[in-house]
């Protein structure tokens, strides 16, 4: 992933945090706390987060600012939850095994154990694997019951790019031998990586061998190499399951699926937020190999493809947040219907023929972005019209 510098502006920071607590918490109450640990160790899926929570789509800057919104958002509820997320990036990383010391104490978990879990996880990826990337963030995402995951990133300030490793405790047989769950990057050529499964001889001799071919580095690792180009293109995204989604939104109305969606007053461009919201809730691991389709939610905060829309982004946080607390309260039909949708859109998607309108869709986005509140760190986007008449938003 190129490299991003800079700070996420803070009112984008306090939606991240609301709307990725609020993601999580459904997706643990539907799910269960295994089930986010394995997607937050799921490369493709964790970059579809980050894309629907409004950080711009391809870039490192997504690891850093989802893993501080996750922390502040469910370390303030993790005796409710059983979700615990220790470290951070640069100083915060060096605070995670006092973090995790305290949660042993208060939960009766085996602090020694995951302490050794999170030093032999950085050095492991640091250390053993020589890839040319150097760690500066490290995240240890943890449950009730011990279950971990591991969430770290490394940068190569040479090249500009950044590279992210997720790792998941049911997989990790063997801290020496294939342990990640995946790594985020671009095939840079051969590297000597001595978690291959084929690098016994190499940790055995301790000798400088390097791997034959760089697609054996990790035996199960899934590679998604993000481009050099800011801009959201139409070869970035599924054209199919995008379009699917703006249809069922914009063009076949929301007024058809009041019955099932149970969310009267929703208009057509919360719906298309909500959609890929539910999607990254509920969708199936296979529906996330194109991330920045889901940056059609909430766009991004340099502007690609489109300006934040913060009147949509609080509608969605505020909707989703609202069919929490009434399934708590045994009244789910506001999430039930929230869990249609990512199913509706699939079933559609098997009739739906996709078109060459990707340009069309981001220009319109665009030029409607001021009547939703659109906002990048520029500044709020700008009316195209100055005697435009506002319209019905929601």
Request: proline share 4%.
């Amino acid at each position: 992933m190129p490299l991003h510098y800079g700070k996420v502006p803070q009112w984008l920071a306090v939606r991240m945090s609301r709307l990725g607590g609020a993601i999580s918490e459904a997706i643990v109450m539907e799910y269960g706390r295994s089930a986010l640990l394995s997607r937050l160790s799921d490369p493709f899926w964790f970059q579809s987060l980050g894309c629907v929570l409004g950080m711009d789509w391809h870039s490192s800057g997504i690891t850093t600012s989802v893993m501080g919104a996750l922390k502040g958002a469910l370390n303030k509820r993790s005796a409710e939850l059983g979700i615990y997320i220790c470290g951070g990036r640069g100083k915060y990383s060096l605070q995670t095994p006092t973090e995790l010391a305290a949660i042993g104490e208060r939960t009766g978990l085996d602090a020694h154990k995951l302490v050794q879990a999170s030093k032999l996880s950085a050095k492991v990826d640091n250390t053993a694997i020589q890839d040319g990337f150097q760690l500066y963030l490290h995240s240890f995402i943890l449950t009730g019951d011990g279950e971990w995951a591991v969430v770290q990133q490394g940068m190569n300030t040479g090249n500009r790019l950044a590279r992210r490793y997720h790792w998941h405790s049911p997989s990790v047989q063997s801290f020496t031998e294939a342990p990640h769950q995946g790594i985020y990057g671009i095939n840079q050529g051969t590297i000597l990586n001595l978690t291959d499964i084929e690098a016994t001889q190499a940790k055995t001799a301790i000798v400088g061998l390097t791997q034959e071919t760089p697609d054996k580095v990790v035996e199960e690792i899934r590679r998604l190499v993000m481009p050099a180009h800011h801009d959201v293109r139409g070869k970035d995204v599924d054209m199919k399951r995008l379009g699917t989604v703006l249809a069922l939104a914009h063009e076949q109305g929301v007024q058809d699926f009041e019955s099932l969606l149970l969310l009267q007053g929703v208009g057509p461009r919360t719906l298309q937020s909500l959609a890929l919201v539910s999607e990254v809730i509920h969708g199936a691991p296979v529906r996330f190999r194109d991330p920045a389709r889901f940056s059609f939610a909430h766009g991004g905060k340099d502007g690609h493809p489109f300006p934040v829309p913060e009147k949509v982004y609080d509608e969605t946080i505020t909707l989703l947040e609202t069919g929490i607390r009434k399934a708590k309260i045994g009244e789910p039909e506001r999430q039930e219907a929230l869990k249609s949708l990512s199913k509706t859109a699939a079933a559609l998607e098997q009739q739906f023929e996709p078109n060459d309108r990707f340009d069309d869709w981001v220009a319109e986005e665009r030029r409607q972005s001021w009547l939703y509140g659109g906002r990048t760190v520029q500044g709020r986007a700008k009316s195209p019209d100055s005697r435009a008449q506002q319209l019905e938003l929601f």
